[in-house]
């Protein structure tokens, strides 16, 4: 055991941010079929949608989720999902038929009042 977690400890202090990346949308996918509190499933299993989103957050936020550790991507995904909900109520309210853009958070933290930003 102490030499798997040696050798996991390595391996972690090597990973570049791509790797992290990599990791964490490996795990996106269980996390989502866990919660079927999430009401935009199909976006949030769309690796072209979460690279984008993963890509915009802050080094500092970035560090917390690069682990993949379940609870961590967990909050980042609820936040996602609030996003998409507002941005949909939005163009409900407008009279839009069809989604053309995607909203979701950026820099801010999972639940704060910057998470949400919109995109053409």
């Not at 972690?12 to 996106?28: F, P």
């Not at 979460?50 to 609870?71: H, I, K, T």
Request: proline share 3%; with cysteine; hydrophobic share 40%.
């Amino acid at each position: 055991m102490r030499e798997h977690l040696a050798l996991t400890v390595e391996r972690m202090s090597r990973a570049t941010r791509e790797d992290c990346l990599d990791a964490v949308l490996r795990v996106i996918p269980g996390v989502v079929r866990a919660n079927a509190a999430l009401k935009h499933r199909e976006v949030l299993n769309d690796p072209g949608f979460l690279r984008e989103r993963l890509d915009a957050l802050r080094p500092e936020y970035f560090e917390d989720v690069s682990s993949a550790y379940r609870y961590a991507v967990n909050g980042w995904l609820y936040a996602w999902d609030r996003a998409l909900g507002r941005h949909w109520d939005l163009l409900v309210m407008v009279g839009c038929r069809t989604i053309r853009g995607r909203c979701g958070a950026g820099g801010g933290s999972p639940g704060g009042t910057t998470a949400t930003t919109m995109q053409a």
